[in-house]
């Protein structure tokens, strides 16, 4: 039997908004600071998918600073600075993904959506509004929200409880799909027992396979069709 679509969450860095490149380019300045050299091999194969926390933690463990991947004050301090190059760089730049708004926009008259991303809530509101479809979205799962990041599942369980709220019956998970990018986020969809749709913008297809569907791209995509399939 088909199993019905009911709610759509989706991932915000690399799948709404094409700025994979740009956290890089501010991770790698931050980092630089602190006399720390990331080079994009690196932040592809450790960090991409990690939140802001997640990825400074790791690259300073990994540069041998325990001391200071542990020091909470220090890395709120390092996502403060990258979080204000961030606001001042978007600015300028126009980075939603081609597709996106007007998949968003015909998906949020069919399903209730959120989003669940390791992005902090300012800069996913910020972009969202400049694409005009922050109203597309019922619930915002952020940084904030979560104590852990990708691949843990709580930022997908979260999103789903939050639209299951508002909801005239309970959505079950496996009613839920989720748009992600990255083997982190896959991981953490199908932990949280969803079935998740990949689109190939920061990996290549055979990284992303345990994707229950891929797509090069979200022009045209009209993922309800693929969801309804046995």
Same mark, same amino acid.
């Given at each position: 039997?088909?199993?019905?679509?009911?709610?759509?969450?989706? *991932?915000? %860095?690399?799948?709404?908004?094409?700025?994979?490149?740009?956290?890089?380019?501010?991770?790698?300045?931050v980092? =630089?600071?602190?006399?720390?050299?990331?080079?994009d091999?690196?932040?592809?194969? #450790?960090?991409?998918?990690?939140?802001?926390?997640?990825?400074?933690?790791?690259?300073?463990?990994?540069?041998?600073?325990?001391?200071?991947?542990? *020091?909470? =004050?220090? $890395?709120?301090?390092?996502?403060?600075?990258?979080a204000a190059?961030?606001?001042?760089?978007?600015k300028?730049?126009?980075?939603?993904?081609?597709?996106v708004?007007?998949?968003?926009?015909?998906?949020?008259? #069919?399903?209730?959506?959120? $989003?669940?991303?390791?992005?902090?809530?300012?800069?996913?509101?910020?972009?969202?509004?400049?694409?005009?479809i922050?109203?597309c979205?019922?619930?915002?799962?952020?940084?904030?929200?979560?104590?852990?990041?990708?691949?843990?599942?709580e930022?997908?369980?979260?999103?789903?409880?939050?639209?299951t709220? %508002?909801a005239?019956?309970?959505v079950?998970?496996?009613?839920?799909?989720?748009i992600?990018?990255?083997?982190?986020?896959?991981?953490?969809? #199908?932990?949280?027992?969803?079935r998740c749709?990949?689109?190939? %913008?920061?990996?290549?297809?055979?990284?992303?396979?345990?994707?229950?569907?891929?797509?090069?791209?979200?022009?045209?995509?009209?993922?309800?069709?693929?969801?309804?399939?046995?």
């Open positions: 039997m088909p199993i019905d679509l009911r709610a759509v969450i989706f *991932d915000f %860095n690399g799948v709404i908004v094409d700025d994979e490149p740009l956290h890089l380019e501010l991770f790698r300045a980092l =630089a600071e602190e006399e720390i050299a990331l080079s091999a690196d932040y592809h194969e #450790k960090y991409l998918g990690y939140d802001d926390r997640g990825c400074f933690v790791a690259a300073l463990a990994d540069a041998g600073r325990a001391r200071e991947s542990s *020091d909470e =004050a220090f $890395i709120a301090d390092l996502i403060e600075r990258k190059l961030y606001r001042a760089a978007i300028d730049r126009y980075l939603l993904f081609p597709g708004i007007e998949l968003v926009r015909r998906l949020a008259g #069919k399903f209730p959506m959120a $989003i669940a991303s390791g992005a902090l809530r300012g800069e996913i509101e910020m972009v969202l509004e400049r694409g005009g922050r109203d979205f019922q619930a915002i799962v952020a940084s904030e929200d979560v104590s852990a990041c990708k691949p843990d599942p930022g997908y369980i979260k999103a789903l409880a939050a639209l709220a %508002n005239s019956a309970p079950q998970p496996g009613e839920c799909l989720v992600e990018d990255s083997i982190a986020g896959i991981e953490a969809a #199908k932990r949280a027992g969803m749709l990949a689109v190939t %913008n920061s990996y290549k297809a055979e990284e992303l396979k345990q994707a229950d569907w891929i797509v090069a791209n979200l022009i045209d995509c009209e993922p309800e069709s693929l969801f309804t399939t046995p």
